[in-house]
């Protein structure tokens, strides 16, 4: 038996008024996500352990089997392994966004959905005039970077900035955890003003609508220590990761998985669903278990969009679901196949919310339940009821 994971980052959401009370899923047409439901059992899963924020990082390392506790250091650290920076001993990595403030407030955790070309080029200019012998910025994807400290407390209080939409930004400066960590939270609030100053004066944000003006680093910690998915589960010999986004890159390298980059694979709306779907039909001709990652209802939702979450989560059952469930048929060995989203992240809210996701598990000829559509109201009835984070790929590998 071979495995795939589709996960749908941030698709689940809450009824909507303007759709009659439905969520975006249960609005959406989506036939193929209906299918797995239908032909296939279902369930929900917590996939935020009581105790951690709902963060992509904490969910995708949940979902995959890991028990948060023992290994999670923030998000940071897995970014600095997509990214291939080899953390040191003492190196406090932490994800650093540019984002836009204005009035005040923190506008856009993406700075105005920057390209990669254009993410490199105000990271380097951040380089030239705040790194020293401590400090430096590591180029990442769009407007997600890097930003390590060496010997830097990781008992710091940072707010994501995904998560606070349109609230005051000062509030929401570095805190220290604990007195030791005061000096950390200086130094980040310190390089924050003053990166407000230096992108501020730069050519690129000179008239344009949404400037990429802030740096606002977060989730930091260590190097973590992980096994392998191979080592965890012995029925896999080998898995590889598909996505567009660094932190999954580095959570799918510390679980020992090959990572497949796609060209035109964006993260957003624009992204190559076609490459990346055929990428994961491939990989299943090489490898036991592929997790392919698709970002784009995230970045909707934390818009705001309405109108365009819907369409991802279209093209999510069009241009992926259906085409792997229809090329699952030529493979030589069954395929199990399970969709989820990692959380919700509701369009009228725009923040991750630690509510339970529906999950679909389907393979040519498992028993069905009763379930007849993928949505967040339907699954509740399925067959797996609502597992615990850690209990997801324990279902997946026993099906």
């Not at 390392?61 to 023992?70: H, P, Q, S, V």
């Not at 005051?168 to 390089?191: C, F, I, M």
């Not at 679901?321 to 069954?334: D, E, F, R, S």
């Amino acid at each position: 038996m071979k495995y795939l994971i589709i996960l749908a980052d941030g698709m689940a959401d809450h009824a909507v008024e303007r759709l009659g009370g439905k969520t975006p899923l249960q609005h959406a047409h989506t036939p193929w996500m209906d299918l797995l439901a239908r032909e296939g059992q279902c369930g929900r899963l917590q996939t935020i352990p009581e105790g951690f924020t709902p963060g992509s990082e904490v969910a995708n390392t949940a979902i995959l089997g890991y028990d948060l506790r023992r290994v999670y250091e923030g998000r940071g650290p897995l970014e600095a392994a997509s990214i291939g920076y080899d953390m040191q001993p003492g190196d406090l990595a932490l994800r650093c966004n540019i984002v836009t403030l204005g009035d005040g407030r923190m506008l856009f955790h993406h700075g105005g959905h920057l390209t990669t070309d254009e993410g490199h080029m105000l990271i380097d200019y951040l380089n030239s005039h705040l790194a020293d012998d401590r400090v430096k910025f590591i180029p990442g994807i769009q407007y997600r970077h890097l930003l390590i400290v060496k010997g830097g407390s990781k008992d710091i209080v940072c707010a994501p900035p995904h998560d606070h939409p349109g609230e005051p930004w000062r509030p929401l400066l570095v805190k220290p955890g604990t007195p030791q960590a005061e000096h950390t939270a200086n130094l980040l609030n310190d390089l924050i003003l003053r990166s407000q100053e230096l992108l501020s004066r730069h050519p690129f944000n000179q008239g344009r609508q949404h400037p990429a003006n802030s740096i606002w680093p977060w989730s930091g910690g260590y190097r973590p220590q992980m096994e392998t998915l191979t080592q965890r589960y012995p029925q896999l010999k080998s898995g590889a990761v598909i996505t567009a986004v660094d932190l999954i890159r580095g959570i799918g390298r510390y679980a020992g998985l090959d990572v497949i980059n796609v060209d035109g694979a964006t993260g957003l709306a624009d992204t190559n669903y076609e490459g990346k779907t055929q990428a994961a039909i491939d990989a299943l001709q090489h490898h036991d278990f592929v997790f392919l990652h698709i970002e784009a209802s995230d970045e909707a939702g934390h818009d705001g969009d309405l109108r365009l979450k819907l369409q991802t989560i279209e093209d999510l059952d069009r241009r992926v679901v259906g085409p792997i469930i229809n090329a699952t048929k030529a493979l030589q060995q069954p395929v199990t196949v399970a969709l989820l989203p990692d959380h919700p992240t509701p369009v009228e809210l725009r923040t991750h919310v630690a509510e339970p996701v529906p999950f679909a598990i389907w393979h040519h000829g498992i028993q069905a339940d009763d379930v007849q559509t993928f949505d967040e109201v339907s699954c509740v009835g399925g067959t797996f009821g609502l597992l615990r984070p850690h209990q997801f790929m324990e279902t997946l590998m026993n099906v």
